[in-house]
């Protein structure tokens, strides 16, 4: 099985590939998928700044149309001091592929880490359940 630190390499690798004119601000991420798979992201900006993508949902959005179902790991690389969260857009995403033993590991370059369980990050989260019985 992977390593957190291979995977942690991994999504700073991918981070070299963020497309971050606008902002500056580069994000990698590597995603273990619970098939053992493993699936890079980064950031891809765009001009019109509504468009813009973060480097953890082009991870999910890798995984998931290539046929992964669930999200064991998910690392999140920026070059911030206090290790940047991520988004709520993409704490929802990860939500929705998650099992309650997903984890969510935020790094920097400084190699500070900090690893959180969905639910710490996203309490009370809207999901699947609520559509029961609507029709
Ligand atoms: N960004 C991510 O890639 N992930 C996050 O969770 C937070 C923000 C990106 C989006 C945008 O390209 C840049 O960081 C600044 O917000």
Redesign the pocket.
């Given at each position: 099985m992977i390593s957190v630190d291979e995977l942690i390499d991994l999504a700073k690798s991918a981070r070299h590939w963020?497309h971050?004119p606008?902002?500056n601000?580069?994000?990698g991420?590597a995603l273990l998928s619970s098939d053992g798979r493993v699936f890079t992201g980064?950031?891809?900006?765009n001009s019109t700044y509504g468009l813009?993508?973060?480097?953890?949902?082009v991870a999910i959005f890798k995984a998931i149309s290539e046929g992964a179902t669930e999200i064991a790991k998910v690392v999140?690389v920026?070059d911030h001091e206090n290790i940047?969260?991520?988004?709520g857009?993409?704490r929802q995403m990860i939500w929705e592929f998650a099992s309650d033993k997903t984890e969510v590991v935020l790094a920097n370059l400084s190699g500070d880490v900090r690893t959180y369980r969905i639910i710490e990050l996203l309490p009370e989260a809207f999901d699947e359940r609520y559509l029961e019985g609507v029709s």
């Open positions: 963020a971050a606008y902002s601000f580069s994000v991420a980064c950031n891809v900006e813009s993508m973060c480097a953890e949902r999140v920026t940047a969260p991520p988004c857009c993409c």
